[in-house]
């Protein structure tokens, strides 16, 4: 359909729609009809796809081989077992996986786009993929264009399509039809099409096309998201591979060592097999998606909205916190404290220029019922006009002075106006900072230059005003032209106090090592007000305004970013700035942006923050998180989150490592010391299934440790097996050969007895000593509690239930090849199975009393 040859009439006509949009039943009707306005993903992996995955892991394959072979030779148990293993592991991969895949779905919907839609005649904020043909929706700067929209309004409306047609250049909008039939879509200036962004001014029009009947769905699967890894999923991928490599190296050397020994041969191939299996970590990768996963989830729940999965991961290298200042250090709720009057009247206006001004140029919408809604800013000085004025003036003003034109406020002029129709005259208002009003007038008032200063000195925001009577409507509506000339009507200073939770966020962050600074496009008067009295500026922070920044090089800004606290009339492009300034010197640096042209630095910077109520669309697209409450203490508390889970999964990592070191070094050394095979492939396989894998698994939910908020970031590029935990993994599966070596030693010399049922539960109690001891890398167990972390002990208990289970029940010994232990053989082996726990405790009492920790102080 050519919809941009239609008249507004016959557009209306030809979607069945009115003016004031269409009613809830309609609507309801025809997304029935048409289905939702949404682009069809790639598709949502099905159950039995993730199902059938988990048996295409090379382990699987290697094991169901090992199944077979059993069968071969006849021993039909072992292969029975075998395949049930197999099944238990894929079963378990599955509902991981799924868990994963869910829990990103929900998040992925959480994020989705809305738009500002007429129903029933009034203006309602719907998610995007509740839009249908018909549909009258509003459009501002900031937006995502929710669906191929035919405009009928434009307020110098500007999109940036370069989505659609790779044109850069922002396209002016136009609502008048257009004649000609077979444009480019870049020429149908009256057409606003889905996934473009309005990077300027405001507009309303009919929705033509929802879903895959926009352009952009006719090119959507070109547009197609791959899945991608975090960097700490492929270094722990990449890892893993090497991992195998040794891992296959010593299991064919041990095969070897086992034939040359006399061993059976087939019987030596499934210990090397189970052993490469158990040794091979090959789920740590799908394990570390299933953590962040779940700390995104937990995250959402504490207002963070994760977007990317790799960010929760990165959360805890953030070194700089960069945030706006209005509505996230403060509550965004202002008032009029102060105004300052110029004396000038304008005849037969029954009002003073400065209230008649700030009456009529705003773009609060004034409900029903009273409320005003809008940006806070104008709210606030709709309110205080009203205030004075009352209702009754307000509107008779208002019908008095239609507004026939306006140029929108943009951050960088700091500025807005609007144009009125004033008898045969017209009326035009600017209101803006208050520099920006002061450069704009013909005459400079001396005087009320010192009082905004005074103003902004006591944490003011202040905004300007300034008017012009012209005979004839400007045929160009630019700032360059219109704006100039004006006449000075006044200050209006307004009070936005620091949100409550703020100081203790800031002093929260300095204490972990985080330097927090204030970037805004506030004054840097009202800026270093606030900026002091929430503690992010000291006596000896600095304060750089965007004019300075203007004539500083990248590197001096370079070194002189560190000591910056607050950066004051900073325009959006600046920030981007900023950011590269930190980076250069190694930072890691999370920004907050909420406008229009935030998008870029968000983007620039290594954690990008979106807000959730006040930002817009295009913000949002471009974070790697967004704050569901706007609020600064929002993202120290996500830091802190992303620092526990970071932790836990090294502790993970520490975990199952040492428990395949230890399997491989016992079954590895003892041949070496003349001793027998300790363990059977069977044994092995449920070592690694459940006595690594529960307890495991509840790591994830471990607490964070006491201090985590008291250590300075980690690195970003800091290696998995840092800080001792490449150390750990040997000496403490060194020690866990040992002590199960030592058993068998034992036990075969001195009683003969059970030995292969006693080596198989230390080892398998061991795991579960160590885990309890490794919950946390510095507080030892008895001060943390057995009930701190209750998902733990459960599988603890569960898992040791189990484990009795096998060793004394018919069907264990059957399954297993176990014997039931005597009561000195059971004390042996619990005693024994201790010793793993108490050396991990003294490990940490070694490290902090000889092991002196890192000297380190508040930034
Ligand atoms: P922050 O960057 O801390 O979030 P902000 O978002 O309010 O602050 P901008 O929106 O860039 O910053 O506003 C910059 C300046 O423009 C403000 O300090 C104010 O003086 C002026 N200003 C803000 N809103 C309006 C408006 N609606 N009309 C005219 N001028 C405005």
Redesign the pocket.
């Known amino acids: 359909m050519n919809w941009h040859t239609l008249s507004a009439d016959q557009i209306f006509t030809a979607t069945g729609s009115a003016p004031d949009g269409l009613t809830s039943a309609v609507a309801e009707e025809r997304l029935l009809e048409k289905g939702p306005n949404v682009l069809h993903e790639k598709q949502q992996k099905s159950w039995l796809a993730v199902l059938a995955g988990q048996f295409k892991e090379f382990m699987s394959l290697v094991l169901i081989a090992a199944a077979v072979i059993s069968g071969v030779i006849g021993d039909v148990t072992d292969s029975v077992i075998i395949i049930v293993i197999v099944l238990l592991n894929a079963l378990i991969g599955f509902i991981q996986e799924f868990r994963a895949e869910k829990a990103m779905a929900a998040l992925k919907k959480m994020a989705a786009l809305h738009a500002v839609v007429f129903r029933d005649g009034l203006p309602v904020r719907k998610p995007a993929a509740e839009l249908v043909p018909g549909d009258v929706v509003l459009l501002e700067a900031g937006n995502i264009v929710p669906a191929d929209v035919r405009l009928l309004e434009s307020h110098s409306l500007r999109l940036d399509e370069s989505a659609l047609t790779g044109e850069s250049l922002a396209s002016e909008k136009i609502t008048e039809p257009v004649s000609s039939e077979n444009l480019p879509l870049a020429d149908r200036l009256n057409l606003a099409f889905k996934g473009t962004l309005v990077s300027y001014g405001r507009g309303q029009g009919v929705v033509v096309a929802t879903g895959m009947d926009t352009e952009i769905g006719k090119i959507a699967s070109l547009l197609q998201e791959e899945d991608t890894l975090t960097p700490l999923q492929l270094r722990m991928a990449d890892y893993a591979r090497k991992l195998s490599f040794i891992v296959i190296g010593i299991c064919a050397l041990l095969f070897g060592m086992g034939l040359l020994r006399g061993e059976e041969p087939v019987n030596m191939l499934l210990v090397a097999i189970s052993l490469a299996v158990a040794a091979i970590p090959e789920a740590l990768p799908a394990l570390i998606t299933i953590a962040l996963a779940m700390g995104a989830r937990r995250l959402s729940r504490q207002n963070a909205l994760i977007r990317h999965l790799p960010a929760v991961e990165t959360l805890g290298s953030v070194s700089f916190i960069c945030s706006?200042?209005?509505?996230?250090?403060?509550l965004n709720k202002m008032h009029v404290t102060e105004v300052e009057e110029a004396d000038a009247r304008i005849p037969e206006v029954e009002i003073s220029p400065f209230l008649l001004a700030m009456a009529l140029?705003?773009?609060v919408r004034i409900t029903d019922d009273g409320k005003f809604e809008g940006?806070s800013?104008?709210v606030a000085l709709a309110e205080f006009v009203i205030g004075k004025i009352g209702w009754d003036t307000y509107h008779r003003i208002v019908s008095r002075f239609p507004r026939t034109g306006e140029i929108p406020?943009d951050?960088d002029r700091?500025?807005?106006t609007s144009l009125h129709r004033f008898g045969e005259k017209y009326l035009i208002i600017t209101?803006?900072?208050?520099e920006?009003i002061l450069t704009r007038l013909k005459e400079k008032p001396g005087f009320f230059h010192q009082r905004s200063e005074l103003m902004g000195a006591n944490g003011l925001?202040?905004?300007g005003f300034a008017w012009k009577v012209v005979g004839n409507m400007p045929e160009l509506l630019t700032a360059e032209s219109v704006e100039n000339q004006l006449v000075f009507a006044g200050f209006a200073g307004m009070v936005d106090p620091p949100r409550p939770e703020a100081k203790a966020a800031i002093d929260a962050c300095r204490t972990a090592g985080i330097k927090p600074v204030?970037?805004?496009?506030?004054?840097p008067a009202?800026?270093a007000a606030i900026a002091r009295e929430i503690g992010i500026l000291d006596d000896t922070g600095l304060v750089i305004s965007g004019t300075e920044l203007q004539q500083i090089s990248p590197g001096a800004l370079a070194e002189k970013a560190a000591n910056v606290c607050v950066y004051a009339?900073?325009?959006?492009e600046q920030k981007i700035r900023i950011v590269k300034a930190l980076r250069d010197k190694g930072q890691f640096v999370a920004m907050t942006g909420?406008?229009v042209n935030d998008a870029p630095s968000l983007r620039a910077a290594d954690i990008g923050v979106a807000m959730g109520i006040n930002g817009t669309d295009v913000s949002r697209e471009a974070s790697d998180m967004i704050l569901l409450d706007d609020n600064f203490a929002t993202i120290v508390k996500a830091v802190k989150e992303g620092r526990r889970i970071y932790s836990n999964i090294r502790k993970f990592v520490r975990y199952i490592m040492t428990c395949n070191s230890a399997e491989i070094l016992t079954i590895f050394l003892a041949p070496l010391l003349g001793l027998p095979i300790p363990l059977l492939p069977i044994h092995i396989l449920w070592i690694n299934l459940v006595t690594d894998g529960l307890p495991g698994l509840a790591l994830a939910v471990e607490g964070a440790e006491e201090d985590v908020m008291r250590q300075p970031p980690r690195h970003a590029g800091e290696g998995l097996l840092s800080g001792g935990i490449g150390l750990h993994i040997v000496w403490v599966g060194l020690l866990m050969a040992g002590v199960t070596l030592g058993v068998q030693f034992w036990a075969i010399h001195v009683q003969d007895a059970h030995w292969q049922t006693m080596v198989f539960t230390v080892l398998s109690l061991s795991q579960l000593g160590h885990v309890m001891a490794i919950r946390s890398e510095k507080t030892f167990l008895y001060r943390q509690g057995l009930f701190s972390n209750k998902p733990m002990l459960a599988s603890i208990v569960f898992t040791f239930i189990l484990q009795m289970a096998i060793v004394y029940l018919p069907a264990g010994h059957d399954i297993f090849h176990t014997q039931p232990l005597n009561l000195t053989e059971l004390a042996i082996t619990l005693g024994l199975s201790a010793v793993v726990f108490h050396a991990v405790e003294l490990e940490k009492w070694v490290k902090s009393r000889i092991l002196q920790p890192p000297s380190y102080s508040r930034v």
């Open positions: 706006d200042k209005t509505g996230t250090l403060t140029n705003h773009d940006d800013t104008e406020f951050s700091k500025c807005m209101k803006g900072a208050a920006s925001r202040v905004l204030m970037i805004t496009g506030d004054h009202t800026a009339r900073v325009s959006p909420d406008g």
